[in-house]
């Protein structure tokens, strides 16, 4: 899987703590039927990933590009054979993705929601004006979807327009900025709710 750029300056680093525990038979990490995975990373830190390069393009934010948080943590069951991931926050305090989805034996299947922390969600206001955007705490959660999916060795990465529906399924409080609120994408545009 290639989530990083072909540009070996860059980079991600990051001390990462994982754990496991599963049941089933089978030597296949895979063919888990039960369990957990648990992981931490401290002092992480990632700029040039195809996902970020991904999100500046459709943002037109520069701050996308650069990712430091002193800690990731999450922790994922693992239901027959699929890590499910539900409600992971990945980022730092300028920006971070809400993220869902699955992981599994054949790729994953993820969708992302990019959210701009207090000190960009003004400029995320500005920028966004009209759009159906949520706030919660100072928070604000972009009018986008990402996908990450399909096989580990050719995973492809987008980021569009998210319709309201799939917005809801990944962002609870949204609310309705008056101007944009009625208009529909149309059917090639809408992603189906994750």
């Known amino acids: 899987m290639n989530l990083v750029s072909d540009d070996e300056s860059r980079v991600i680093t990051g001390r990462l703590e994982l754990e ?8 296949d990490p895979w063919d888990v039927a039960q369990g957990r995975i648990e992981f931490r990373i401290a002092d992480a830190h990632a700029e040039g990933t195809r ?23 999450a922790q994922w069951e693992i239901v027959d054979g699929i890590a499910v991931v539900d409600d ?3 980022g730092g305090d300028l920006w971070h993705l809400a993220i869902t989805g699955e992981l599994h034996r ?4 993820l969708r992302a929601n990019p959210r701009l922390g207090p000190g960009l969600a003004d400029t995320g206001q500005d920028l966004f004006t009209g759009a159906l955007l949520g706030t919660v705490d100072g928070v604000l ?4 979807v990402a996908t990450i999916d399909g096989p580990w060795e050719a ?19 949204l609310l309705t900025i008056p101007g944009m609120a009625g208009e529909a994408l149309g059917p090639e545009e809408a992603l189906p709710a994750p």
């Open 141 to 144: 959660a972009l009018p986008f």
């Open 155 to 173: 995973t492809a990465v987008r980021v569009r327009p998210a319709p309201p529906s799939t917005l809801n399924s990944l962002y609870d409080g």
């Open 88 to 90: 992971f926050r990945l």
């Open 20 to 27: 496991t525990e599963g049941e089933g038979e089978g030597e």
């Open 51 to 73: 996902l970020q390069d991904q999100l500046v393009s459709a943002l037109d934010m520069t701050e996308f590009g650069m990712l430091d948080a002193k800690r990731v943590a």
């Open 106 to 109: 054949e790729g994953l299947d």
